[in-house]
C-alpha cells in the first residue's frame, strides 16, 4: 500500500544535540512538507519541497533544516539552535492539482 | 503565514449530538478540504469540496463550500466517541498552491 512514513514515533534528545526525522513515501507525489504541532495549536509550516534539489523556508524555518535528495526523502534536522523543540511534527506530500495532503503519523519529539 | 479563522477552537458534546463548524477567510478558495486527527495521528482527509455551494457528504459527515468561496462548514450528525480528535479545514487558492490550515476545532464527545 502507497503510503507516508515517518520515525520514529517517539524521540528523546538531550539539549543542545541535533536531530534527524525521517520522512518516506511511495505515492509518487513531487512536493513534501513539514509541520510542527504544539499542544492546542494548529499546524505551523516549517519547509516545504516541490521537487528533488530544491526546498523552500516555511513559517518558522529557524532553527530547522532540511534536504531533498530523493523523490522519496524529506528529512528534518532539529538543530541546537532551534530554542524550544520539543513538539510533534508531521510530514505531509502532496500530488498537485486540487486533492490536498497526505499526512503521516508524526514524530513527538521531546527535548531534555 | 496566513491562517483561515476556524469556530469553534473547541467543543464539548454528548454522544448523539449534531456538531458544526465552520472556516472563514478574507480570500477567494478554489478548493475547501476538511481533515481529522486522532490523538497522536497525523490529519486524514474527510471531505474534498471543489465548487462554490457545493454540498458533499461522507457517512454522518456534510460540508459545505460558502458561495462566496471565502468559507466553508462541517456538520457531524448524531456524534459518537471516537468522533473525538482535532478537525481542520484547509483552503487552496489554485491547482498545486499550497494548503492554507485553520487552527483546529477540537471535539470531545461525552458518551
Known amino acids: 500500500d502507497g503510503g507516508i512514513t515517518q520515525s520514529p514515533k517517539y524521540l528523546f534528545r538531550k539539549e543542545g544535540q541535533n536531530v534527524t526525522l525521517s520522512c518516506e513515501q511511495n505515492?509518487?507525489?513531487?512536493?513534501m512538507y513539514w509541520y510542527r504541532q504544539d499542544p492546542g495549536q494548529g499546524l505551523r509550516l516549517i519547509y516545504y519541497?516541490?521537487?528533488?534539489?530544491?526546498?523552500q523556508k516555511g513559517d518558522i524555518a529557524e532553527g530547522y533544516s532540511v534536504s531533498r535528495e530523493k523523490k522519496e526523502s524529506f528529512p528534518l534536522t532539529v538543530t541546537s539552535a532551534q530554542k524550544n523543540p520539543t513538539a510533534f511534527y508531521l510530514c505531509?506530500?502532496?500530488?498537485?492539482?486540487?486533492?490536498?495532503?497526505?499526512f503521516g503519523s508524526g514524530t513527538r519529539l521531546t527535548v531534555v | 503565514g496566513q491562517q483561515l479563522n476556524q469556530s469553534p477552537q473547541s467543543m464539548f458534546i454528548q454522544e448523539g449530538e449534531d456538531v458544526s463548524m465552520n472556516c472563514t477567510s478574507s480570500?477567494?478558495?478554489?478548493?475547501w478540504l476538511w481533515y481529522k486527527q486522532d490523538p497522536g495521528e497525523g490529519p486524514v482527509l474527510l471531505i474534498a469540496?471543489?465548487?462554490?455551494?457545493e454540498l458533499t457528504s461522507n457517512g454522518r459527515l456534510t460540508a459545505q463550500f460558502g458561495i462566496t468561496r471565502k468559507d466553508s462548514f462541517l456538520n457531524i450528525s448524531a456524534s459518537i466517541p471516537s468522533d473525538v480528535g482535532i478537525y481542520f479545514c484547509?483552503?487552496?487558492?489554485?491547482?498545486?498552491?499550497?494548503?492554507?490550515f485553520g487552527e483546529g476545532t477540537q471535539l470531545t464527545v461525552n458518551p
Open positions: 505531509a506530500s502532496g500530488q498537485g492539482g486540487a486533492y490536498g495532503y497526505t
Open positions: 505515492l509518487n507525489h513531487d512536493a
Open positions: 519541497s516541490q521537487i528533488v534539489n530544491d526546498f
Open positions: 480570500s477567494i478558495f478554489n478548493t
Open positions: 469540496l471543489y465548487k462554490a455551494g
Open positions: 484547509a483552503g487552496q487558492k489554485t491547482s498545486g498552491s499550497r494548503l492554507t
